[in-house]
């Protein structure tokens, strides 16, 4: 897997809080449910997420809360036109980034 990364500016950013999981995102970056519908961040209450534990099979969770996180700098990258998962505490991460859905 190649890791491109460029920056790309300041953004409007939200955590995602989850039971166990928590993730800041840019409003441009999609959430997707189960579903396979994309919503924006601030939008995404009681929306179902994919999340990562350690390394155990993915599983999906109701986002609990939003919460703005301010102007942040932000990033758009590319793993090779496949799904990520990211968040604050590494052994916990949300599924937020598909390929298909970026702007």
């Known amino acids: 897997m190649h890791l491109i990364r460029k920056r790309f500016g300041f953004a409007l950013c939200y955590a995602l809080h989850e039971q166990w999981s928590r993730a800041i995102c ?3 970056t999609p959430i997707i449910d189960r579903e396979s519908i ?3 961040a601030q939008n995404a209450k009681g929306v179902l997420l994919g999340v990562l534990h350690n390394d155990d099979p993915p599983v999906w969770e109701i986002v609990t809360h ?4 301010g102007l942040r700098t932000v990033y758009k990258i ?3 036109g496949i799904s990520y998962a990211a968040g604050i505490d590494p052994q916990h991460r949300v599924i937020t980034h598909n390929q298909p859905h970026k702007p």
């Open 38 to 40: 994309v919503y924006e």
């Open 78 to 80: 590319s793993v090779g």
């Open 26 to 28: 840019s409003r441009e």
């Open 66 to 69: 939003v919460q703005c996180a």
